[in-house]
């Protein structure tokens, strides 16, 4: 990173999934949960962080990084309550595209990718890693899921409301969520150029997730999941805060890693009235091996050799 980037203030984002459940069990952000997978702590969330850098990016593109705007992130470290984060982006686009970063008070990296604007968004962090990745022999926890399976449940209805509580992913509303956000906007309380408030950019990911579980992707578990990596896009944005959307998925990518098994999930919201794409979002989700108690045995059962 350049000494000229721009770059915000540090703040400590908080904590507020440490009640999330999913499958009939608490999450990695339980910190006793995640102190058993060998963690220091209960990470915060990933898309917590976008929040840092909506204040820059909207310096760098202006109000078009509402309606056309692509963040796209890679997370690297995790972050717990009462850490310090700073975002950073370079100043000026190279093709409409800029780098982005976030890195902790000592130096240690938390996110690393990509912010560019529409229509043409540019060869994007995720994408260029989905690009990247190699061809899966035999999956043990996703190996009921395949690349181009759709969503059971397309298209799902979705909504946020101000007060509106998101369920059990999600054990919060957005007005619970601003009050501890780390960067305010104007556009998310009060009527925006396009009327109703905006929904927050970390809080696109709690309204393209909090219906999940309607899509039918079923993994084998219980296991522990996280995020790797996601990317927002706004096709004709924002999206807004008390406005009917439907949305579908689909399985993009299936990956895996020494420790992880990931699903690579695209995600795109329709307008509920006009049918018009609103947005696209990309899900990077990693299951940890070891959180899966049947592993071994089920691996044998598929034929897949660990000793490789």
């Known amino acids: 990173m350049s000494s000229d980037w721009l770059s915000g203030e540090f703040r400590k984002p908080r904590q507020m999934l440490g009640d999330q459940e999913y499958d009939g069990h608490l999450s990695i952000h339980d910190d006793q949960m995640a102190e058993d997978l060998g963690f220091a702590g209960a990470p915060i969330e990933g898309p917590t962080h976008f929040s840092q850098f909506v204040p820059l990016l909207h310096q760098v593109f202006g109000d078009d990084w509402f309606v056309r705007g692509c963040i796209s992130s890679h997370y690297q470290n995790m972050v717990v309550e009462g850490e310090e984060v700073q975002a950073m982006v370079e100043p000026t686009p190279s093709n409409g595209m800029v780098r982005i970063a976030a890195q902790k008070r000592d130096g240690t990296p938390v996110l690393m990718g990509t912010a560019s604007l529409g229509p043409d968004y540019g060869d994007t962090e995720l994408e260029q890693r989905m690009a990247r990745l190699r061809p899966v022999q035999q999956l043990v926890i996703l190996a009921d899921l395949h690349v181009g399976q759709k969503g059971a449940g397309n298209p799902e209805k979705i909504r946020m409301d101000m007060d509106q509580h998101m369920g059990d992913m999600y054990p919060f509303s957005n007005a619970q969520k601003l009050q501890k956000i780390t960067e305010h906007h104007p556009f998310y309380t009060a009527e925006s150029p396009w009327g109703k ?77 006009s049918k018009q794409l609103i947005a696209e979002a990309i899900l990077n989700s990693a299951t940890l091996k070891d959180s899966y108690a049947n592993y071994e045995a089920d691996a044998a059962a598929l034929g897949k050799d660990l000793s490789a």
């Open 197 to 273: 408030p905006v929904v927050p950019l970390e809080m696109v990911s709690v309204l393209t997730q909090y219906t999940s579980g309607q899509s039918g992707f079923r993994s084998r578990g219980p296991a522990i999941g996280l995020f790797a990596g996601q990317q927002i896009k706004m096709i004709n944005g924002p999206l807004l805060i008390g406005e009917d959307y439907l949305l579908e998925r689909e399985i993009i990518a299936l990956s895996e890693s020494r420790r992880t098994e990931s699903n690579w999930i695209l995600s795109r919201v329709y307008h509920a009235q």
